[in-house]
């Protein structure tokens, strides 16, 4: 098998289970975000919250990788470079070194911004100029 029949397929790609799934690793980082954006603003020591940020980057990581499986065409998508780029900012984030409430208030809007934005929005790939849902 080709590899880009391997990552783009014809078909999204399930399999028993993968909506409950989703809704785990979704419903954990929202929880592990919540619990460690709280922790940041209020001063928590960073020993403290610091498995819920790992969890938070595992949960992450693991939606990411369920998009990616299911189809690759995620890769191309609008959707995709957002998080790239809300993950580039985030890794300026540090327990020691205070952040703007702007700051994360940004990422905030931007995640909100694409989970909430219609199809046509997330889905668009600014490589091919139009809606990407699958690579043929």
């Keep these: 098998m080709q590899w880009k029949a391997l ?7 399930t399999f028993y289970g993968q909506h409950y799934a989703r809704m785990f690793f979704r419903a954990l980082h929202l929880w592990t975000v919540a619990i460690s ?3 940041y603003l209020y001063e928590v020591p960073y020993e403290s919250w610091y498995w819920f940020h790992q969890l938070c980057i595992v949960s992450g990581f693991a939606l990411m990788g369920l998009e990616i499986w299911t189809n690759g065409s995620y890769l191309v998508q609008i959707r995709c ?3 790239v780029i809300k ?3 985030l890794s300026f984030l540090h327990p ?3 952040a703007p409430l702007w700051f994360l208030g ?3 809007l931007a995640s909100v911004f694409i989970s909430h934005a219609p199809g046509n929005v997330r889905h668009y790939s600014l490589w091919h100029r139009k809606r990407m849902d699958f690579l043929s």
Excluded: D, E, K, S
């Excluded at 990552?7 to 790609?13: C, E, Q, V």
């Design 7 to 13: 990552l783009f397929p014809t078909h999204n790609r």
């Design 106 to 108: 940004a990422i905030f």
């Design 81 to 83: 470079h957002l998080i």
């Design 96 to 98: 020691w070194y205070p």
């Design 37 to 39: 954006v709280g922790a």
């Design 87 to 89: 993950v580039a900012f």
